[in-house]
């Protein structure tokens, strides 16, 4: 199992990214996938997740409303698009997935991406 966090970037504050995690091993469509994002001395925090079929996308209120996913399940891959990305959201952005239901809790998902690094500029 493996999944490829990327897109991660330096940009100016106001710009946006897009995310990609891409998975491979795994039977994609039974995965909840969430981006988990973590800044020195800080723990890690949950930013937005991706659903299986059926259920509701979640988002941190750190992000609602400037942020979208959107799941590919033929591609095996979860996309996270900052927009308005601020100073506060420099972290190193990890995507991690889990078989059922979709949850904000790092401890819950299974397997991990290796982190991808968004370092916004004011």
């Known amino acids: 199992v493996q999944l490829q966090a990327s897109g991660g970037g330096s940009v100016q504050a106001g710009d946006s990214l897009t995310l990609s995690c891409a998975a491979s091993?795994?039977?994609?469509?039974?995965?909840?996938v969430a981006w988990f994002r973590q800044t020195l001395g800080k723990a890690r925090e949950f930013v937005a997740g991706?659903?299986?079929?059926?259920?509701?996308?979640d988002y941190a209120n750190s992000v609602k409303g400037r942020s979208t996913l959107t799941r590919d399940d033929a591609k095996a891959t979860v996309y996270l698009r900052l927009s308005g990305l601020k100073p506060e959201d420099t972290a190193v952005y990890y995507c991690?997935?889990?078989?059922?239901?979709?949850?904000?809790?790092?401890?819950?998902?299974?397997?991990w991406g290796q982190g991808t690094l968004v370092t916004v500029s004011s």
């Open positions: 991690a997935a889990k078989t059922g239901l979709l949850l904000s809790t790092q401890r819950s998902y299974d397997y």
């Open positions: 991706s659903a299986t079929q059926g259920h509701l996308d």
């Open positions: 091993g795994i039977d994609f469509r039974r995965y909840s």
